[in-house]
């Protein structure tokens, strides 16, 4: 007789209707406050040190990291909490723009599986199950064939000019960062900010930055004026 007592389904990693509501109580309501359409989002991380800005296209605008990061933040996790305040400002950025969606996306119509016949003999409804497993391995068994021909996502790494994060990117999608943990601490907050920034740009996760303005569009100054430059070498 056909047993089912041998087949165990997959246990799947879903969380909780509790744990769902909160974290989209704390992406849309942050702080209690319920964050509007906006042409910007920001996140913070738990300390309070990092800011991250992007847009409503989720490209980042800018990034804050203050002064005294270094007695809130280890170094070792400093590019790990600049990534995740990075995907919190893009998650709040969706899912506020999914919460003010009038209209629901369509969803997919599923294809109909027709239903067996419980009219039919038992010996014959056994069999036409038997037959529908046997339909389900082998569609099963393509899958597995076409997943097993398909190459794997192509991993890449956009290192920041300056050197002191990568941003590790799979399949063209941010994967995670790090950092060079030896020299972080002796970078000032406004290298470190530039350089996530450019590195947000160069992945093509950023706005790109304003071109400065040509020698001959800057304004000149009064004759009685002293000019003074500020050049600072990376």
Not at 51 to 66: F, K, P, T, Y
Not at 82 to 89: D, I, Q
Request: aromatic share 6%; net charge negative.
């Amino acid at each position: 007789m056909f047993q089912l007592d041998h087949i165990v389904l997959a246990e799947l990693d879903v969380p909780d209707a509790v744990t769902v509501d909160a974290q989209l109580n704390e992406l849309l309501r942050p702080g209690g406050e319920r964050v509007e359409l906006a042409a910007e989002y920001e996140a913070r991380d738990p300390s309070g040190a990092i800011r991250v800005v992007v847009d409503a296209a989720c490209l980042v605008i800018s990034v804050g990291i203050q002064r005294a990061w270094a007695s809130r933040i280890p170094a070792s996790q400093l590019a790990g909490e600049l990534f995740r305040t990075y995907v919190t400002a893009v998650q709040r950025a969706t899912v506020v723009r999914l919460a003010n969606t009038s209209e629901p996306a369509a969803a997919q119509p599923a294809e109909g599986i027709a239903a067996l016949d419980e009219s039919l003999p038992f010996d014959e409804w056994i069999a036409a199950i038997r037959a529908r497993m046997d339909e389900v391995d082998a569609q099963l068994d393509r899958i597995h064939r076409l997943d097993a021909d398909r190459p794997a996502p192509v991993v890449d790494d956009v290192r920041s000019p300056r050197g002191y994060f990568v941003l590790h990117l799979r399949g063209g999608s941010p994967a995670g960062m790090t950092g060079s943990v030896e020299v972080l601490e002796k970078a000032g907050s406004d290298r470190l900010q530039l350089d996530v920034l450019e590195m947000f740009a160069a992945a093509g996760l950023a706005v790109p930055a304003p071109s400065a303005p040509s020698r001959s569009d800057r304004q000149l100054p009064p004759e009685d004026e002293d000019v003074f430059e500020f050049r600072y070498d990376d």
